[in-house]
């Protein structure tokens, strides 16, 4: 396990856990680390204003939500999410509406990614007296694979090198973060290309439609998600590697219309994009999930093709149980959770990665140029509108209900 020389500093900072990354997995562990009395620091090298405004994904599932507000983390949340029931299928010019609701009693809750971190943040810094490091860098670990692990950094205000001992290293930091850069050789890592591109677009324009619509066509896959009144996600495939200026506007507008079309569609409502870039739809994953005395959560454990919208929730789920078993070792001396948390992540991290994969043949065989896929992709949709127990099976696993944690 990579462990570099540890630095000189005036004065050693110890906390009991240093959790690298204030995204969701980072937040809601250090939040849940506080309100069990016990400290933590969290160290990240943007600014807060950034991470509070850096756009990301919006779809939360039920589970996922309610484990926030069962450790008192969505409050603001359910004062202001919207909640999606059904979604719509558009294909060969028709429209198929999918109500999960009335197959799972289960819904969707739409809140932006910069809304949830911002509450997170607010608690764990404002509220619950969590120490936290904005703005570090040149991040470092040292000494995982002993009791006696540390953090370093470079502190933002007076660019001197500190160093935080400590009993756990949480790695919350992402694919390209620190923590995979400390991973040993025996870290196996599995990788999966899809091919393909997404040029993800935000669009300063009301929803055009009242739920989420995947659009199956032989140009391409496009998808519309609302995450605002005021502001819409649209998605467009493209090749993978594209420049997002090679799609003008009016392209932009042009293939949208053309790949949601459906008979008794409204038109889509055009606003100024007020983001552009492409997404090359890829997914790995990191095993085991803990090394020594450093644990992975989150994009820094398993990278998600956002193609089913998975990535958040999975990051949350990391985060419940990581957090919970550090609260049962540190205030109870009881290694369970510890112990299994890696076993535990993974079952639902594969069960996710399998539903992408098999969601991603939906939204793409019909644009792959080979007849094969693309007959097999309308034999899957006909079966999902035509058989109760596909439909079934679909939406257990599109809102994440048939994986137990």
């Known amino acids: 396990m990579t462990?570099?020389?540890?630095?000189?500093?005036?004065?050693?900072?110890?906390?009991?856990?240093?959790?690298?990354?204030?995204?969701?997995?980072?937040l809601t562990i250090g939040n849940i680390l506080r309100a069990a009395g016990v400290d933590c620091l969290v160290v990240e090298t943007e600014t807060r204003e950034f991470i509070e405004q850096r756009p990301r994904a919006g779809v939360i599932e039920e589970w996922a939500v309610r484990g926030l507000q069962q450790r008192g983390l969505a409050d603001t949340l359910l004062e202001r999410t919207q909640l999606h029931t059904e979604c719509e299928f558009r294909f060969g010019q028709e429209r198929f509406r999918f109500s999960y609701i009335e197959l799972t009693g289960t819904h969707h809750f739409v809140y932006p990614q910069p809304l949830l971190v911002t509450d997170l943040v607010r608690e764990y810094a404002d509220v619950r007296g969590g120490a936290a490091r904005f703005g570090v860098r040149d991040v470092q670990l040292h000494d995982l694979d002993t009791a006696n692990p540390s953090v370093s950094y470079l502190a933002a205000e007076t660019g001197?090198?500190?160093?935080?001992?400590?009993?756990f290293v949480a790695g919350c930091d992402g694919a390209r973060g620190v923590t995979r850069t400390a991973l040993p050789e025996h870290a196996h890592i599995s990788r999966h290309d899809y091919g393909i591109g997404w040029l993800a677009l935000l669009a300063e324009a009301p929803p055009s439609n009242d739920c989420v619509v995947f659009g199956i066509h032989p140009d391409g896959f496009a998808g519309h998600m609302a995450r605002s009144p005021e502001v819409t996600r649209y998605y467009l495939e493209c090749p993978p590697g594209d420049d997002p200026e090679n799609w003008s506007h009016e392209r932009v507008w042009s293939q949208l219309r053309?790949?949601?079309?459906?008979?008794?569609?409204?038109?889509?409502?055009?606003?100024?994009?007020?983001?552009?870039?492409?997404?090359?739809?890829?997914?790995?994953?990191?095993?085991?999930?803990v090394f020594g005395r450093l644990f992975l959560a989150g994009d820094a454990a398993h990278l998600t093709a956002p193609i089913a919208a998975k990535g958040m929730n999975l990051a949350l789920h990391d985060a419940f149980l990581l957090g919970d078993a550090l609260v049962g070792y540190l205030t109870?001396?009881?290694?369970?959770?510890l112990d299994g948390y890696s076993e535990a992540c993974l079952r639902r991290v594969w069960d996710y990665q399998e539903f992408s994969q098999w969601l991603s043949e939906v939204y793409h065989g019909t644009s792959s140029g080979d007849a094969y896929r693309a007959g097999t992709?309308?034999?899957r949709l006909r079966r999902l509108f035509t058989s109760p127990a596909a439909a079934a099976a679909f939406a257990e696993q599109y809102l994440g209900t048939a994986t137990a944690y």
């Open 3 to 26: 462990s570099t020389p540890h630095p000189n500093s005036v004065a050693p900072q110890r906390f009991p856990v240093v959790v690298v990354g204030a995204g969701p997995a980072g």
């Open 377 to 379: 992709t309308f034999a």
């Open 332 to 337: 109870k001396g009881d290694e369970t959770g």
């Open 258 to 289: 053309e790949r949601l079309a459906a008979t008794d569609a409204g038109p889509l409502i055009e606003g100024r994009l007020i983001e552009k870039r492409v997404l090359d739809m890829h997914s790995s994953v990191v095993e085991p999930m």
């Open 160 to 167: 001197e090198r500190e160093v935080v001992e400590c009993d």
